[in-house]
């Protein structure tokens, strides 16, 4: 099982950024592609961005791509979440995922694909 702790969190006026970390202990980094995610206030998790194992490829939801950065450093077991422009909307819980169920180049954009969450990180954007 992969331990995941995320940080990073807090609230910020609309237009500012924050960067998210999530770090991981408990199986080989590099065996894990990690993700994150999201879940507004009364709604459903959803997917935000994904990275793969290599780091090398990446994949975002529309409604962050353009914004939001993920990154990973293996040398320290985490992975990154830098945001940027943010918006009220993008007020939510923000959680980690990995799953060793992963090629070196793949990205996983389903909940289903995760096998690992971290407890969550609260991210509020005022207007």
């Known amino acids: 099982q992969v331990q995941l702790v995320e940080s990073g969190g807090g609230l910020v006026q609309a237009g500012g950024s924050l960067r998210l970390s999530c770090a991981a202990s408990?199986?080989?980094?590099?065996?894990?592609?990690m993700g994150w995610f999201r879940q507004p206030p009364g709604k459903e998790r959803e997917f935000v961005a994904a990275?793969?194992?290599?780091?090398?490829?990446?994949y975002y939801a529309d409604s962050v791509r353009g914004r939001f950065t993920i990154s990973r450093d293996n040398a320290k077991n985490t992975v990154y979440l830098q945001m940027s422009s943010l918006k009220p909307e993008d007020t939510a819980v923000y959680y980690c995922?990995?799953?060793?169920?992963?090629?070196?180049?793949?990205?996983?954009?389903?909940?289903?694909?995760?096998?690992?969450w971290g407890q969550g990180t609260q991210v509020t954007v005022s207007s």
């Open positions: 995922a990995a799953t060793q169920r992963a090629t070196y180049y793949g990205v996983y954009n389903g909940r289903s694909s995760y096998d690992d």
């Open positions: 990275i793969s194992r290599s780091g090398g490829n990446t």
């Open positions: 408990g199986r080989t980094f590099t065996n894990l592609a």
